[in-house]
């Protein structure tokens, strides 16, 4: 069995769709969900599928600490779902490739710190563009500049409002992320 964690800091629909997906998996399972936020969404969600949460208000930014928590609880894979913390340069070397990371718009545009939610969304309208969509990609040590391993576009509606499109991508995001996520494990788990 592949033990994953989940990084979140929000409402948690993506780690939702994580959970859901992986519930019953015969290869993976959702093991642990750390948080920096005592107010997220996501503790309902670690409740309703009985995963256990840890709370690193404290701990966010110390990566021997994060480090020993994944090691203690023999994680596999990471996957940050709604994460808006740098993770520490320690994960990143513990495991190189392993961690993934989802951005709801077509990197290298529109990323970077301080690009998260409705912001990226009334970005995009604001630049006038007619696609927009989400990147999956391998998480380094720069905010959203690993490794693209999926794209997906979705078309900009004319006249629409930045929350009708955050809506829009973050459905297509629960559709594919957990999918993604799964081929992108067993292709690392086939190299190694
Ligand atoms: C998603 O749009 C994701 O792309 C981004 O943050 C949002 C997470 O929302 N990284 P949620 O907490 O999963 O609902």
Not at 5 to 22: D, M, R, V
Not at 50 to 58: D, H, L, M, N, W
Not at 142 to 158: A, R, S, W
Not at 170 to 191: C, G, M, T
């Amino acid at each position: 069995m592949n033990r994953i964690a989940i990084f979140a800091s929000g409402k948690g629909s993506n780690a939702e769709a994580l959970c859901t997906h992986f519930s019953n998996h015969p290869d993976y399972k959702i093991e642990l969900i750390l948080c920096d936020r005592l107010d997220a969404g996501v503790y309902d969600v670690a409740r309703n599928f009985k995963v256990p949460v840890i709370s690193i208000t404290r701990g966010f930014n110390d990566g021997k600490y994060l480090t020993a928590v994944l090691k203690e609880n023999k994680i596999d894979f990471v996957l940050l779902a709604g994460y808006l913390r740098l993770v520490p340069s320690e994960v990143i070397a513990a495991y190189e490739n392993k961690i993934l990371n989802i951005h709801p718009a077509l990197l290298p545009d529109f990323g970077g710190k301080g690009m998260y939610g409705e912001k990226v969304h009334a970005a995009v309208i604001a630049a006038d563009k007619s696609e927009t969509g989400f990147t999956i990609h391998i998480v380094n040590a720069v905010y959203d500049e690993g490794k693209i391993i999926f794209q997906e576009k979705i078309k900009v509606p004319q006249g629409i409002s930045a929350s009708d499109l955050q809506m829009l991508v973050n459905k297509e995001e629960h559709r594919l992320y957990p999918a993604i996520a799964e081929k992108y494990f067993d292709s690392v788990n086939q190299k190694s």
